[in-house]
């Protein structure tokens, strides 16, 4: 069972979107038990007004959009994040290898680095593609680096890009994470944590994909 957080304190990058609440939602979400659980709520998997209310306001904090209180898998994986940052040596899913290998979690939307099966790069949040444009899953390896890069099909920049897969690559972005459905196949980053991840990881080095990213 998942150990709730202590949502407290809220990460450097929160800060709530202005504007007025929109209305709670009465539906319980696909995710309703897994978010109580996480949020240290009553796990009973139905929706109440006290529910509602708390889930809120963890979105408006993550600027999740929309911040109605439904348990959805954008604030699932989101709260599941903050849960693998305080507990990654219970994190599953990617094989034990010699080296490093950073491990994408599609299901859960993170990525982590290991060197010899330990964690040396805690899990941080990932944007992988939307469902017409998924990410491709398997064993990669680092095959380009490009630290300043510009995206020509999308007219969008990629800082700190470190292609695995032909066109596919874990990179930075400045953009919200938990707002579209997606990337066009790429792996975002925030552009901090690309920057770090920038540091840690070499041409050559293991890439695994797996899971499959969770749809609203």
């Given amino acids: 069972m998942l150990l709730a957080l202590g949502l407290g304190v809220l990460p450097a990058h929160a800060a709530a979107p202005a504007g007025a609440p929109r209305a709670c939602s009465t539906a319980a979400g696909p995710y309703q038990r ?6 240290g709520l ?18 408006r904090s993550q600027l999740i959009v929309p911040a109605d209180g439904f348990a959805g898998p954008v604030t699932y994986t989101a709260l599941y994040w903050e849960w693998a940052q305080n507990y990654p040596e219970r994190l599953t899913g990617c094989p034990t290898r010699q080296g490093r290998v950073a491990c994408v979690d599609l299901s859960h939307q ?4 290991t060197l010899d099966g330990k964690v040396v790069f805690t899990p941080v949040a ?31 920049p990629m800082t700190y890009s470190q292609y695995f897969s032909g066109g ?6 400045r953009d919200n994470l938990y707002e579209g459905p997606g990337s066009h196949g790429c792996v975002n980053l925030r552009h901090e944590d ?5 540091g ?6 293991a890439v695994y994909v797996w899971g499959r990213k969770p749809q609203a």
């Fill in 34 to 39: 897994e978010v109580e659980e996480l949020m």
């Fill in 42 to 59: 009553e796990a009973d998997g139905t929706q109440s007004p006290a529910d509602c209310l708390a889930i809120q306001r963890y979105q």
């Fill in 110 to 113: 993170i990525l982590w680095v």
């Fill in 126 to 156: 990932v944007r992988s593609g939307r469902a017409a444009l998924p990410t491709r899953t398997g064993w990669f390896h680092v095959e380009r680096r490009k630290q300043d890069d510009w995206s020509t099909l999308y007219n969008s």
């Fill in 168 to 173: 596919q690559a874990i990179h930075g972005v």
């Fill in 194 to 198: 690309a920057q770090r991840l920038w």
């Fill in 200 to 205: 840690v990881l070499r041409l050559g080095d």
